[in-house]
């Protein structure tokens, strides 16, 4: 029975170095075996293999991928970066609720690029994380998505309602009666402010809340069990902020602006 193309690539490790390598450039067999730390003869049949399949060429003592090999190689490295992110907090991300993401977008989860799990010890569960409110002063517009109305948002935001930065924040009706309710002061500053603008979000699709830069992003998630348990994924790559925009995309469509003091569409 012929290999299929996916046991050519994945079940051996030397060919999957090899593309890997190739993909950086081409390569003569001396940098092939230095790179890879294998001998002549280790690692010859695996180059003939992958000649076989057409993933590679040589051509005098250079060997390079081929156009097959490179959209081969393009979509390893979407698998392999997805398989890092998701294995680095492997406990966080296989107790999440996902289903608030599309898997589209999910599937592009490489984008967080170098995340980092904040975990705040029992004696601050109920402050907004350290690492959120210090980036928060440094960005120069925010987008936030809130279903969850964490005690210490009103005040934050009601702050930065008196500065320059520009803020687009997205709510649930839940959360907005709980601005409304509890909060009026701080809701009503929010609600002047002129570089603020809120919407309602009508749509089913929920996180606790999200939040992107220019300068960071910020994701809350559930558990499985539907709970906040104050385990939240922080960001400063550009890709994770453009991916966090991705997700906004959806709150946006299905969301208006409102009036904040009666509530009615504007």
Known sequence: MRSSLFKVVWFSEKRTDLLLLLSEGERDIEQIKKSLNVTTRSIMPQIKILKHYHLIVEEGDLFSLTVVGEIIVKNMFHFIENSRIVEENRDFWST?????????????IRKLGHPFLIEPDNNHLFELPREFRENIPKSKYITTFASYLHPGFPQLYSRVSLSAVRVSLFITTEVLGKLEQEYPEDFRAMAEGSNIDIFLYEGKKRIPMLTFTDWFMYLCLLNNEGRYDHKDIISFDESAIDWCREICGHYRQNSRKICPENGTEI
Not at 96 to 108: C, E, K, S, V, Y
Request: proline residues 8%; glycine residues 8%; aromatic residues 8%.
């Open 96 to 108: 999440r609720d996902l289903d608030a993401i599309t898997p589209h977008i999910f599937g592009n």
